[in-house]
Structure formats: C-alpha cells, structure tokens
C-alpha cells in the first residue's frame, strides 16, 4: 500500500488507498469499503454529487460487474424500478438494493447447482 491518499488501481478506476487500520477489516469489511469507494468514484461525474445517472450507473456496472451483469435481463427495467423517486438518478440506497438482488440470484444460482 502506498501514503494515505494513493490511489490503487482496481480494473478501471482508480480507487483511494485502503486506510492504515486495513489490516484489521474482515474480508466482508474490506467489500462493503470497496463498494462505498467504487459508488463514491462514479457519483456526481454527471447530476447530483451523491447520485449516479442512468449513463453512470451503467459505466459503474460495466466496468464492476461485467461478468455478472451479462446475465441480467432488461437493466432498464430494473433501472426504473430502483429510482422510487423517478428523478433519474440512482442514490446510494437504490444501487444497494440492485446489489442485493444480484446476490440473492448469484446465490440462488450456487444452491440449484449444489442439488
């Protein structure tokens, strides 16, 4: 790890270093800091400082989750459904949910292929 304030690249975009207490986060820890960094990263490039616009959001998930989102039909549809406020921008909370959606079918995926 480089100073406080380095950047680390991580695929395309470079993140901020990892804070001098790293060594004591869990791997859970160390995912969730990744995703806050990663949403921090694309927010506000376009619209709101705190908010992702459709074009953002899709960059975010090209870029973080190609594998994952090749599977996922229709993401405008999702898109829709996520921004309760129909503002069209994503808020931090409305890109959580997506995660949790793509983890609970990830996961639903693993268990159909245990059986």
């Not at 806050?36 to 992702?52: K, P």
């Amino acid at each position: 790890m480089g100073p406080p304030g380095a950047t680390v690249p991580f695929r395309d975009s470079p993140l901020p270093a990892a804070p001098m207490a790293a060594a004591e986060l869990t791997p859970v820890e160390m995912a969730i800091e990744t995703i806050v960094t990663v949403f921090v990263s694309h927010a506000g490039r376009e619209g709101r400082t705190e908010t992702l616009t459709p074009t953002a959001f899709q960059e975010l998930l090209r870029l973080q989750l190609p594998s994952v989102m090749k599977d996922v039909p229709s993401l405008e549809e999702q898109m829709r459904a996520l921004d309760v406020s129909a503002d069209q921008e994503l808020t931090f909370d409305d890109f959580w949910r997506l995660l949790g959606k793509l983890v609970q079918a990830l996961r639903g995926e693993k268990e159909e292929r245990k059986k």
